[in-house]
């Protein structure tokens, strides 16, 4: 072995040990302070990684964007879904028996009405919807911070996610505790000055406008506060997850 490529395999290999303490080191500070998603450990999982911890990194606490009451869009596109037996029976009956449980880790269990979620400070914001399909619209939304449903239960130190449910239980979903006490993410009960339309997920739906529209849950029942995703479904954080959209879906 000549000189030079002794040489040339000493960089090469000192380059190579550097680059893996480096990454080793970048992986136990994105573990240490929570950087790493729950869908981390699929195909695009280096990918996927790299965007959530960039987002939490750089933007951080950032607000989405929110528009003037005149580009609110006139003819919104309701993407159809199937809520179900359970919603139909519930619609039947006015939503007088709609109930959204809170649960997991907090001090105080809820299980709010309606006319409950309507009590607490009402939070307004015009925001864009944008679909990973490529469609979106703008719309105003009202109802409750999740932050303040989150707060009257009495939210336990440990919770890293927050899980939530329709009424389809197929249809679920999770969040970093972070964009669940984000001011922007809504318990929404009205749109565009008028109740929530059914098309839109009403009686209740999550708005979480920094995400793409699949993380707004349409139908929302359910939101339980956990310390790790790996025990609900498959372990990626969620139906589309499961179905090879990305958990962290920000925009």
């Given at each position: 072995m000549s000189g030079m490529s002794r040489r040339t395999l000493l960089t090469r290999g000192l380059a190579a040990a550097a680059g893996l303490s480096g990454l080793s080191v970048a992986a136990r500070l994105a573990e240490r302070y929570g950087l790493i998603p729950p869908d981390a450990g699929n195909i695009y999982g280096m990918?996927?990684?790299?965007?959530?911890?960039?987002?939490?990194?750089?933007?951080?606490?950032?607000?989405?964007?929110?528009?003037?009451?005149?580009m609110i869009s006139t003819a919104p596109f309701a993407n159809p879904s199937m809520p179900g037996e359970m919603f139909k029976r519930l619609e039947a009956g006015g939503f007088a028996d709609w109930r959204l449980e809170v649960g997991g880790m907090v001090a105080r269990p809820l299980s709010l009405s309606l006319p409950d979620l309507r009590r607490l400070p009402e939070r307004s914001q015009i925001t864009q919807l944008a679909c990973e399909e490529g469609w979106s619209y703008i719309a105003e939304w009202r109802g409750a911070a999740l932050a303040d449903v989150l707060n009257a239960a009495g939210l336990l130190p440990g919770a890293r996610y927050l899980a939530y449910y329709s009424t389809d239980p197929d249809s679920w979903e999770t969040i970093d505790i972070a964009e669940a006490r984000h001011p922007q993410t809504l318990v929404t009960w009205g749109m565009n000055?008028?109740?929530l339309p059914v098309g839109f997920g009403g009686p209740l739906r999550l708005r979480v406008p920094r995400q793409l529209g699949y993380k707004s849950l349409k139908f929302l029942t359910r939101v339980v506060a956990v310390d790790g995703v790996r025990h609900l479904g498959q372990g990626t954080g969620g139906a589309n997850p499961q179905w090879g959209y990305s958990w962290y879906a920000g925009i």
């Open positions: 990918g996927e990684t790299l965007t959530y911890a960039a987002n939490r990194l750089i933007v951080g606490d950032s607000p989405a964007r929110e528009f003037p009451r005149h000055g008028n109740d």
